[in-house]
């Protein structure tokens, strides 16, 4: 079999243009409909939200939620080091300090003791913490026991980035439920996708919404245009959203799909010093991305060797994100560095984990692998 192998293509078929067809065929070609209606209600069903607001991206519903929590000039925003960039973009639009915190080598996750040495560093100094930006890594939650009283005590709302973690639970609660506000992103190689497409999740009536006003050109409810506010222009295509319910419906088995992937790499690694998968043994993750941490001085070799090797055969990886502190972008900014998300991402090396991964492209994967392990 021949044709490139994608890290985590979107998986989409015959329900999928199903709904589309019936959304066209409706006439609601236009932003906004009862597909999207209906998208909000069932995820918010699905994870046990009270409100949900369908947006044009993950980022959009970060970008709304540090603003309505206060974010802006003058104030600082948390965020880990190791994420996506637009963890730490948003609060960069709103006109706050970014701040960096490190992660949990085990998981990739915010660390919570050097979350709570930079809220204790930003305490004593009197500083405005607007919020703190937690990231789901790579469908697992992170350690919200510990997590959310430390935020607590410093009076620091949280904002949930679970951007990756649609489907995911933390001891049986549902990802997207933990920050006073809750982000999903519905991107091409999301476990669910709409194309493009987010959503943000809250129990606060009345700050989703202030989100909705300001994500609808903050249109006032006159018989003419009037702005009070800046607005923007965030919604949902109501055709992108009935792509979104369809997939919605297909989740549980797309994530049945990502764990079986899963358990075939551990499985693949298992003999191998020096290898672990990150995040390996949490029941409650949906597997979005299956990650190999590899400790070069055991095995031999290097993440990128392997990657540099696959990419050979036509078959892509990717490397764990670069840390935010590490970006030329964010250099100025101050951060509680441990080390761990360095070490991640020189050692870390993400695989082909979509569920449109089928069985004789997963034996091609599995395949090159071995053949890369005899070699060595």
Known sequence: MTGRIYLSPPDVGPLEESYVLRAIRSGWVAPLGPEVEAFEREVAERVGAKHALALNSGTSALHLALLVLGAGPGSVV??????????????????????????????????????????????????KVAAVLVADMFGTCADYDELLPVCEAAGAPVVEDAAQALGATYRGRPAATFGRLNALSFNGNKIITTSGGGMLLSDDEALLARCRHLATQAR?????????????????????????????????????????????????????????????????????????????????????????????????????????????????????????????????????????????????????????????
């Open 220 to 376: 006032e409810p006159v018989p003419h245009y009037e702005h009070v506010d800046v607005g923007y222009n965030y919604r949902l295509s109501n055709l992108l959203a009935a792509l979104g319910r369809a997939q919605l419906h297909r989740l549980d088995g797309m994530m049945r799909r990502r764990r079986l992937l899963r358990e075939r790499y551990s499985k693949l690694f298992s003999g191998v010093p020096g290898v672990r998968l990150l995040g390996d043994g949490d029941e409650g993750s949906n597997c979005w991305l299956t990650s190999i941490v590899v400790d070069p001085e055991r095995t031999g070799w290097s993440a990128a060797e392997l990657g540099a090797h696959l990419a050979a055969r036509d078959i892509e990886t990717r490397h764990v994100w670069k840390p935010m502190h590490r970006q030329p972008v964010f250099a100025g900014c101050r951060a509680v560095v441990t080390g761990a998300s360095d070490r991640l991402f020189a050692q870390g090396l993400t695989l082909p984990s979509g569920s449109a991964l089928d069985d004789d492209r997963l034996a091609r994967v599995v395949g090159a692998v071995e053949q890369f392990l005899d070699a060595r």
């Open 78 to 127: 948390v965020a880990p080091t190791m994420t996506f960039a637009a963890t730490a973009n948003a609060a960069v639009y709103t006109g706050a300090e970014p701040v960096f915190v490190d992660c949990d080598p085990a998981t990739g996750n915010m660390d919570v003791s050097a979350l709570a040495e930079m809220l204790d560093m930003l305490t004593r100094a009197g500083e």
